[in-house]
């Protein structure tokens, strides 16, 4: 059974037993509702959205640590090259096969946060199971695509507003994307993103066919 486990702010860490470990995002250091230390953190892949502080975070310290491939952006999988990483380059609407699967780069409305790139989120396919990663992200109307062409089991999505979508917005996302079972994320690190994901929850279950489940930092969800 895989686990999908929040690293606060908008990291998580998926696993299965004996399988590849996936992070995403991972602010860990300077990340005030983060429940564990940068070191206690393994990882065999490592997935960066976009390079700003609160998303590219420690990935890089992540990935020495652990001999972690960084899949991202060519921008940043560059970057992290540059630095000595492993690193797997993809681009907007591409997809690569994985020995867990594949990750297809989708696209996220946000600032890139380095020279030259584009913000992204991702599908990905994890043993037969499809979980969308949104990133950080406007409210896109092509996020009607994203569920048709991937059926999904899992997705995340941003809620805090100011710098993504807030909850109204992301329920609409949610409605459009189809996913069995929603989670949010990107709220309550600091005022400026306070939400209340229990709001979310309620108006998902509501006014989309999907499930909505709140997982505290530290917490996990199974699937």
Known sequence: MAEIRFLGHAGFL??????ERLLFDPF???NPTAPVR???LKADYILVTHGHAD???????IAKNNEAT????AEIARQAESEGLKAHAQHLGGRHRFPFGSVKLTLAFHGAGIPGGHACGFV???YGSKIYFAGDTALFSDMKLIGELDPLELALLPIGDNFTMGIDDAVIAASF??????IPYHYNTWPLIEADPEEFKHKVEQ????RCVVVAPGSSYSF
Do not use: C, F, M, P
């Open 207 to 210: 006014k989309t066919g999907s």
């Open 177 to 182: 994307l189809q996913s069995r079972v929603v």
């Open 14 to 19: 998926l696993t299965d037993t004996g399988k």
């Open 55 to 61: 998303h590219l975070g420690d990935a890089y310290e």
């Open 70 to 73: 960084i899949i991202s952006t």
């Open 124 to 126: 990905v396919d994890y």
């Open 28 to 30: 860990i250091s300077d």
């Open 38 to 40: 940068t070191e206690e």
